[in-house]
């Protein structure tokens, strides 16, 4: 694989802090523990962690350009959480919009000259969706306990056996479905970008970027509104019992 300029800064200066990385989920040391995915993910975090020292000081009374931005895209998904889940949606916000923007960000970066995206690599969008997983099962047991779990086995005790491992199939296929449309489509994206660079370097590619930028927002957009459908049914799942 081709180490991009960051991933080569980060691997001859950083690689000590990469390996303990490794060695916290079992992996041995590796001689440049850093790869292309890992290095533009922690420039993410890192730009987004800096936006308000970048744009200044956020004010109710005099609200700049960017916070305009931020909060016409809260008060969109806010309005989306609210119609999709219904009661209590607003606790879960936070993670959505968070969300929303990661994956974002993380797509246009391969717009950048020498960046790639992210999440055109398989263990970014599983790491995604895992979280997403985590999080809407996480709050249908905390809101329900035992008989969120039930839920699984459905409401006739005698065909039990038959609809909880189905249940149960269709519970775990959701973070595969969320990783391979969202790696999928930024794979290929990227690859028909860079592919129409190469034959036709002047004017073309810009309609390819454009296209580009497009499918960064919709699939932001897909995987979030997924979640809220995700975490709506686990909710209303506690509400019924």
């Known amino acids: 694989m081709h180490e991009l300029g960051i991933t080569k800064l980060f691997n001859d200066h950083l690689a000590g802090v990469g390996n303990w990385f490794l060695s916290l989920v079992g992996w041995g040391p590796a001689e440049r523990p850093w ?3 890992m290095a ?6 890192l730009f987004l962690l800096s936006l308000p020292l970048l744009f200044g000081r956020f004010s109710v009374d005099r609200p700049g350009k960017m916070q305009q931005i931020f909060e016409m895209l809260w008060e969109g998904l806010d309005g989306l959480a609210h119609d999709i889940i219904g009661h209590g949606y607003s606790s879960y916000v936070p993670f959505f919009v968070t969300a929303f923007i990661f994956i974002l960000i993380s797509n246009l970066s391969g717009i950048i000259p020498a960046f790639e995206s992210p999440t055109m690599f398989p263990p970014v969008p599983l790491g995604l969706a895992l979280g997403s997983f985590l999080f809407f099962n996480y709050h249908g047991l905390r809101q329900n306990g035992f008989n969120y779990v039930k839920h699984f086995a459905g409401p006739i005790w005698w065909l039990s056996w038959f609809i909880f491992p189905l249940e149960l199939l269709s519970m775990c296929i959701r973070p595969v479905s969320l990783t391979v449309r969202l790696y999928a489509n930024m794979l290929a994206g990227e690859q028909v ?3 129409f660079m190469a ?3 002047v004017l073309v590619p810009v309609v390819f970027m454009a ?3 497009f499918v960064s927002f919709v699939q932001a957009f897909i995987f979030t509104v997924l979640s809220m459908l995700y975490v709506g049914e686990a909710v209303e799942h506690a509400e019924e019992h």
Do not use: D, M
């Open 35 to 37: 790869t292309n995915y």
């Open 40 to 45: 533009i993910e922690i420039l993410v975090v």
């Open 193 to 195: 970008t860079l592919g």
């Open 199 to 201: 034959l036709i370097p």
């Open 211 to 213: 296209l580009h930028v």
